[in-house]
């Protein structure tokens, strides 16, 4: 498995975490890999921002 895929999993994985309601310290990638700990990020913060109500 190449890193693409891994950081489209992680990046899933991170979305899936935020809709759950799960803690945002909860991510699996520690200091091991920083890139898949910044797609893991990237995708949580999209669902949040998905699910919070609009700015007026």
Same mark, same amino acid.
């Given at each position: 498995? $190449?890193? +693409? @895929?891994?950081?489209?999993?992680?990046? *899933?994985? $991170?979305?899936? %975490?935020?809709?759950?309601?799960?803690?945002?310290?909860?991510?699996?990638?520690?200091?091991?890999?920083?890139?898949?700990?910044? %797609?893991?990020? +990237? $995708?949580?913060?999209?669902? @949040? *921002? *998905?699910?919070?109500?609009? @700015?007026?």
């Amino acid at each position: 498995m $190449g890193f +693409r @895929e891994n950081a489209v999993r992680a990046r *899933q994985a $991170g979305a899936r %975490a935020a809709l759950t309601g799960r803690p945002a310290t909860d991510c699996p990638h520690r200091g091991d890999e920083p890139l898949l700990r910044a %797609a893991w990020v +990237r $995708g949580y913060v999209a669902a @949040e *921002q *998905q699910l919070a109500p609009p @700015e007026p």
